[in-house]
């Protein structure tokens, strides 16, 4: 398996691009954490990093993307999505305190409400 540390976004807007820093920040503090690792070299992590990047990058909604917690497609896998979420429960209440800008950004951009799904995603 190669390492994912390529895994740069090929396009996307500002604010996915927070959202990437914001889950790889929370992905490094739980591999840290939980397997002493970094999740690019992480077995277990760096299969949900790279996993969790091509989901943003193809998000439907594109830049006006809701937070996950927030959104009505579920599209991650079943066990992708229960990994990302034990992530997630644990990083989440230390993101304010270990990354305040990107935990507050999250904060209040989780507070706005999730927006109809785009008619037909352009042919692009
Ligand atoms: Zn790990």
């Known amino acids: 398996m190669p390492a994912v540390t390529a895994a740069r976004p090929r396009s996307i ?19 840290a954490d939980h397997h002493g690792r970094a999740p690019e070299s992480c077995d277990e992590c760096g299969p949900l990093l790279s996993y969790a990047t091509r989901r943003l990058e193809r998000c439907v909604f594109g830049d006006a993307k809701p937070t996950c917690a927030n959104c009505r497609v579920h599209c991650y896998g079943a066990a992708m999505r229960e990994q990302v979420r034990v992530v997630m429960r644990y990083a ?5 305190l270990r990354h305040p800008v ?23």
């Open 13 to 31: 807007g500002r604010r996915r691009v927070r959202e990437l820093a914001t889950i790889r920040a929370m992905l490094r503090m739980y591999c």
């Open 92 to 96: 989440g209440p230390r993101m304010l």
């Open 102 to 124: 990107l935990g507050i950004a999250h904060l209040i951009h989780g507070r706005r409400p999730a927006p109809d799904l785009p008619k037909k995603a352009p042919a692009s």
